[in-house]
Structures are given as C-alpha cells and as structure tokens.
C-alpha cells in the first residue's frame, strides 16, 4: 500500500529569479536551492548574471517548486499543450492572519477581502506574480 509523505506543488513559471524575488519580497519565504539552466549543480543563493531553471522555497512547513517554463515542459510531458495556471488555489493555513493581511496590503498586493467563510475559517486569496491563486486561512476562536 503506498504511504504518501508531503505534497510540494511545482509551478511552472516563466522567470525563476522574478518568481523568487516574489517570493522572499511579498511572503518572506527562503530560497532552499537553485538550478542554473546549465543544470550542472545546485545553488543555496542566485548569481548575478546567472539564468535559473528550477527552484525550491519554503516558509515554515510549507515548500514550493518553481520550474521555468522550457524545463518544466521537457519533465512534465502531460504539460506541452496547457498555458501556465490552472483552476486550482493553493490553500496556506497560517497564524496570525489579520497582521498578514494588513502587511500584503501594505505592500502594495490587492488581495480579496479578508472574511470568514462558511466553513469556519477566516480567509482572504492573493494572486503570485505569475497569476497561480495563494489562499491564506487561520481558524476562527471558538
């Protein structure tokens, strides 16, 4: 039977440096490592200079990929005829929601109206550079 470990989504993008940029700038999230496009090694921090066709984020428990578009195709075969985004949002549950939230706006960012949905949770959604749907929930008190 097979056990699943974790889930790390890997999103095509067309530029990594921007997508990371993005990243570190907006979510304060980490860069674990980088591949340059000569795909000859690993790289814990970007070069200047440099072009990069994958990289590896985290914050917290959470972790991201990020593939450049060219690569991302030549892996993901079942991805050659489909444009970059999908219908799908990529649901953070975090702590401490309502300074999150005032920190994006403050950032200039134009995220949804933070609420609390019919399920419980108090919410609000953020699109990337790239235009992938980030949703951010924290429970309510009870």
């Known amino acids: 039977m097979m056990k699943a470990n974790k889930l790390t989504p890997n ?40 072009e990069y066709v994958y990289a590896l984020l985290s914050k917290d428990n959470v ?22 985004g999908a219908s799908v949002s990529f649901y953070m549950e975090i702590d401490g929601i309502d300074a999150f939230y005032e920190q994006i ?22 699109t990337d550079n790239n235009g992938y749907i980030l949703g951010f929930a924290e429970k309510t008190k009870p």
């Open 11 to 50: 999103l095509e993008v067309t530029n990594i440096r921007e997508t990371i940029e993005f990243y570190q700038s907006v979510l304060d999230f980490s860069l674990v490592m980088a591949v340059p496009e000569t795909q000859d090694g690993i790289e814990q921090s970007l070069r200047d200079g440099k």
């Open 63 to 84: 972790e991201m990929m990020f593939q450049r578009s060219d690569s991302f195709k030549e892996d993901v075969r079942l991805a050659r005829d489909l444009s970059i």
């Open 105 to 126: 706006k403050n950032k200039g960012m134009h995220p949804t109206e933070l609420k609390i949905a019919w399920y419980g949770m108090r919410e609000f959604y953020l």
